[in-house]
């Protein structure tokens, strides 16, 4: 059962008191909590964010969702972080869980791992920033990341990632935690103009009409948005069929199928826009749907996730991008100045992009088992090395031991078998090969 009191710790009082410090020290206090509701009247939701920088990710909203669904499927328990400046204003919020990782296995099957609150389905993993907090410096963040360990329960490992460097015009401060680059980046479209002058800087625009044109020799082309909660379960029903039909052509595992993932699609339809940050579009001919896409929207940006699109006769029509293209107008229509095209680096999206987000990922063991963890994958490594190498020696000194001349070859290839992996299987193949040497050259002595 989660604990719901909200827990606080005074920055200043655990900080070093020089005058210094004091004068540096803008974050004043960290509470935590475990339900959201707790900071309701500072938390941003998508369709009131006041001065708050965020995505959409961030927003209450998702977050409320995510308790409902992925949290419980997980098994895993949220923290809800508020820093506060001296006067109780909020500074940066963190929507943080801790849960067992579920890839490694054995001795650190246990580990705890501080995660930030996505669920796999976030795109950017950010702080809630607010003005206060744009001068913040490494000095400052390793304070907070001090105190956080202090008042948050205990764990292994946290593993932040997807950090972009930038939260709206703000610069991302978490990225001073020892972070690195990750190997994508996000991508987005900035929306200036209007549309009709921004049409013509699409890229296949003249294909696109084409294919768009042979559609409507086909039926009548249209696009929707849902609107109603059953107009978004058919579109949701179409998108799960077509996202699927799509991973399994690419080999793919089917990658809506994590924990959580069908309840939180399912529940989003509470959450619709423009009374909430879900969007999900349709394209569709008759009452074929031909193409989907679900995104949210939080403030001037939108940022699409998980598309999808019919195979078949329905491929050579490019029906995907003829909905980007849609999707795009609606932007302009409904004021929104960023359409984002989330992380990863297709290169199609640089047809369309030019604002890229560069993201950063961190990995800070706080105990052994955590350490152990975190090299874990190098340690196995050279383990399964070893191990495998120990059997082709072992493999070798089995077909030499047979041939008389090749004797003590064998058993200098079966000693370092037994060097390099000595398990009592092979201490027993060690003994055999010894044995049927020695039975050779007794019998040559007879």
Same mark, same amino acid.
């Given at each position: 059962?989660?604990?719901?009191? @909200?827990?606080?710790?005074?920055?200043?009082?655990?900080?070093?008191?020089?005058?210094?410090?004091?004068?540096?020290?803008?974050?004043?206090?960290?509470?935590?909590?475990?339900?959201?509701?707790?900071?309701?009247?500072?938390?941003?939701?998508?369709?009131?964010?006041?001065? *708050?920088?965020?995505?959409?990710?961030? =927003?209450?909203?998702?977050?409320?969702?995510? =308790?409902?669904? @992925?949290?419980?499927?997980?098994?895993?328990? /949220?923290?809800?972080?508020?820093?506060?400046?001296?006067?109780?204003?909020?500074?940066?919020?963190?929507? &943080?869980?801790?849960?067992?990782?579920?890839?490694?296995?054995?001795?650190?099957?246990?580990?705890?791992?501080?995660?930030?609150?996505?669920?796999?389905?976030?795109?950017?993993?950010?702080?809630?920033?607010?003005? *206060?907090?744009?001068?913040?410096?490494?000095?400052?963040?390793?304070?907070?990341?001090?105190?956080?360990?202090?008042?948050?329960? /205990?764990?292994?490992?946290? @593993?932040?990632?997807?950090?972009?460097?930038?939260?709206?015009?703000?610069?991302? /401060?978490?990225?001073?935690?020892?972070?690195?680059?990750?190997? #994508?980046?996000?991508?987005?479209?900035? &929306?200036?103009?209007? %549309?009709?002058?921004?049409?013509? !800087?699409?890229?296949?625009?003249?294909?696109?009409?084409?294919?768009? !044109?042979?559609?409507?020799?086909?039926?009548?082309?249209?696009?929707?948005? *849902?609107?109603?909660?059953?107009?978004?379960?058919?579109?949701?029903?179409?998108?799960?069929?077509?996202?699927?039909? !799509?991973?399994?052509?690419?080999?793919?595992?089917?990658?809506?199928?994590?924990?959580?993932?069908?309840?939180?699609?399912?529940?989003?339809?509470?959450?619709?826009?423009?009374?909430?940050?879900? =969007?999900?579009?349709?394209?569709?001919?008759?009452?074929?749907?031909?193409?989907?896409?679900?995104?949210?929207?939080?403030?001037?940006?939108?940022?699409?996730?998980?598309?999808?699109?019919?195979?078949?006769? %329905?491929?050579?029509?490019?029906?995907?991008?003829? &909905?980007?293209?849609?999707?795009?107008?609606? =932007?302009?229509?409904?004021?929104?100045?960023?359409?984002?095209?989330?992380?990863?680096?297709?290169? %199609?999206?640089?047809?369309?992009?030019?604002?890229?987000?560069?993201?950063?990922?961190? !990995?800070?063991?706080?105990? @052994?088992?955590?350490?152990?963890? &975190?090299?874990?994958?190098?340690?196995?490594?050279?383990?399964?090395?070893?191990?495998?190498?120990?059997?082709?020696?072992?493999?070798? *000194?089995?077909?030499?031991?047979?041939?008389?001349?090749?004797?003590?070859?064998?058993?200098?290839?079966?000693?370092?078998? %037994?060097?390099?992996? /000595?398990?009592? #299987?092979?201490?027993?193949?060690?003994?055999?090969?010894?044995?049927?040497?020695?039975?050779?050259?007794?019998?040559?002595?007879?």
């Amino acid at each position: 059962m989660l604990q719901t009191a @909200i827990r606080t710790l005074d920055l200043i009082t655990f900080s070093n008191r020089s005058r210094n410090t004091l004068a540096e020290a803008v974050p004043a206090q960290i509470r935590v909590t475990s339900d959201i509701r707790d900071f309701a009247d500072f938390w941003p939701r998508s369709g009131r964010l006041g001065s *708050a920088r965020c995505y959409a990710f961030q =927003c209450a909203d998702l977050l409320e969702l995510q =308790c409902e669904s @992925i949290v419980p499927a997980r098994n895993a328990v /949220p923290f809800f972080v508020a820093i506060l400046s001296s006067g109780g204003e909020p500074l940066a919020l963190l929507p &943080l869980c801790i849960e067992q990782d579920r890839n490694q296995k054995r001795a650190i099957k246990h580990a705890r791992v501080l995660k930030v609150l996505d669920g796999g389905l976030s795109d950017y993993n950010a702080p809630v920033l607010f003005p *206060a907090a744009a001068g913040w410096g490494a000095r400052t963040v390793r304070r907070i990341w001090q105190g956080l360990r202090r008042i948050l329960p /205990p764990f292994d490992i946290a @593993i932040l990632e997807k950090m972009p460097d930038q939260v709206g015009d703000l610069p991302n /401060p978490f990225r001073f935690l020892k972070s690195h680059p990750e190997s #994508k980046s996000g991508h987005a479209v900035t &929306l200036s103009g209007t %549309w009709s002058s921004f049409a013509t !800087r699409l890229p296949r625009r003249r294909g696109l009409r084409r294919k768009a !044109r042979r559609l409507r020799l086909v039926g009548e082309l249209t696009f929707e948005v *849902a609107e109603t909660p059953e107009q978004y379960d058919i579109f949701l029903g179409a998108l799960l069929r077509q996202k699927r039909r !799509r991973d399994f052509e690419l080999r793919a595992c089917d990658s809506l199928i994590g924990p959580g993932y069908p309840a939180y699609l399912r529940n989003a339809r509470s959450h619709l826009y423009p009374s909430g940050p879900v =969007c999900l579009f349709a394209l569709k001919v008759n009452d074929t749907i031909i193409a989907t896409l679900f995104g949210v929207v939080a403030g001037s940006r939108f940022i699409a996730q998980i598309p999808g699109f019919e195979g078949g006769k %329905w491929q050579a029509y490019s029906a995907g991008h003829l &909905l980007y293209g849609k999707i795009v107008e609606w =932007c302009f229509t409904e004021g929104i100045q960023v359409f984002d095209l989330g992380a990863g680096d297709e290169q %199609w999206k640089e047809e369309y992009c030019d604002l890229s987000l560069t993201l950063h990922k961190t !990995r800070i063991p706080s105990t @052994i088992r955590g350490a152990v963890f &975190l090299h874990w994958p190098r340690i196995a490594g050279r383990v399964h090395a070893r191990r495998l190498n120990s059997w082709r020696e072992m493999e070798l *000194a089995e077909a030499l031991c047979s041939e008389a001349s090749e004797a003590s070859r064998a058993l200098s290839h079966a000693r370092r078998s %037994w060097t390099l992996w /000595p398990s009592p #299987k092979r201490t027993r193949e060690f003994l055999t090969v010894a044995r049927s040497i020695l039975a050779r050259k007794s019998n040559e002595a007879l």
